[in-house]
């Protein structure tokens, strides 16, 4: 039996496409991701969240600002004092900055090594940043107001190659630690969900550098080490203080392992119908024939609004909660797909990413149709499309 169609409560505003965020979704998601690691979230919001929008994310997940008292308290009053994240994490200046600008008060702690330049700018926005070179250490601290040490990390690489002293390699920091000690140490995980003798061994590592600076590290140094795939790895917790998830939080993973919810939900109008004959073919490139006379629908939307090429032949849509695939390449501005056997009308609503009446296509789930990555999904959704934060939308497994 079909669903009733999905339409905004704004029709006169959402005439075209538009992005839903379930800011239900996102709390269920991190209550999830906290109980698992059983420690204080420092949640990734970097990438405007993940293409989900920083700002309205960070609200929902209960991170405290300082204005804008009656949403905060609206926010917060969802989100119990267990369950608040630790902090946030970005990854460039001008993301902290547009927190910052906002009222946003919540520890940020910038994941990307920063130019020596910039250190100074980063204080000013009272960044907790991250560090691995002597000098940028030293620096650090000479920004430091006198008698207090402004907040850092110690990133220590393990085997990602991206930044961070190599494990092996921490030695030669052990004095400039003991003069200027940091308040966390951490390492970042290559591939825990994808193989667990590559987490183990990194773990290893990264306890033998803790092993090798215990001695000059403060009482109650914050250690952490899980990315979404260490959390769900593990069945005991997470090792340290601190989890610092990001793609599970928007459930562009793990959404079946560990029952999250569908956050982000692209939806587009049909603004055009039209038949094809048998042997007729669709969009550029004539990629996709009619194998008998067809209905096509147009969608108000394509690539240029997050929906990807690469779902070109490949990609489903769900129409009054019916399935149909699209056909024919994904253009910049439209998508056509096959509706022969779902009645619909120019004006409705086709769901190309989420749920809709008793079906759901996951972002993980439309990333594979296409053969891109999750994180590549979810970041170009809001590209061009306007934004609206909802709570409590119907989703089915």
Known sequence: MSAPPIY????????????????????????????????????????????????DSARALGLPFADHAHDQAHNQAHVSAADRPWGAGIASLDEAEELRAAGCTARLVCSTPLRAEELARAAALDLRHTLHREADIAAWAALSPAGALRPWHLAIDTGMARA???????APLRRILAAHPPEGVFTHF????????????????????????????????????????????????????????????????????????????????????????????????????????????????????????????AGVVLIH???????????????????????????????????DG???????????????SPYELLVGLALRVPVVRCTGLRQSA
């Not at 790895?233 to 989890?243: E, K, M, V």
């Not at 699209?326 to 009645?343: A, N, W």
């Open 190 to 313: 290559h591939s825990a969900d994808e193989s667990l003798a590559s987490r183990e061994q990194q773990d290893a590592r990264f306890d033998e550098a803790l092993a090798a600076l215990m001695d000059v590290l403060p009482a109650g140094c914050l250690t952490h080490r899980d990315n979404s795939g260490g959390i769900v790895s593990r069945t005991t917790g997470s090792p340290g203080q601190l989890a610092r998830p990001g793609i599970a939080l928007y459930a562009g993973m793990f959404a079946d392992e560990l029952g999250l919810r569908q956050v982000p939900h692209l939806r587009a109008r049909i603004v055009d119908l039209r038949h094809v004959e048998a042997g007729e073919s669709v969009s550029y490139g004539a990629t996709w024939t009619a194998p008998s006379r067809r209905t096509i629908a147009t969608l108000a939307a394509g690539y240029a609004d997050g929906y990807r090429r690469h779902l070109s032949n």
């Open 358 to 372: 008793h079906d759901l296509l996951s972002t993980e789930w439309v990333a594979a149709r296409g053969g891109v």
């Open 164 to 170: 961070g002293v190599r494990w092996d390699e921490v």
């Open 8 to 55: 905004p409560a704004r029709s006169t505003d959402l005439d075209r496409a538009w992005l839903e965020v379930d800011d239900d979704a996102l709390r269920h998601n991190a209550r999830v991701l906290r109980a698992r690691a059983g420690v204080p979230l420092l949640v990734m919001i970097k990438a405007n969240a993940y293409g989900l929008g920083a700002l």
């Open 321 to 355: 909660g019916t399935r149909c695939p699209v056909v024919g390449r994904v253009t910049m501005d439209m998508t056509m797909v096959d509706v022969t056997d779902q009645p619909c009308a120019v004006g409705d609503v086709a769901t190309l990413l989420g749920a």
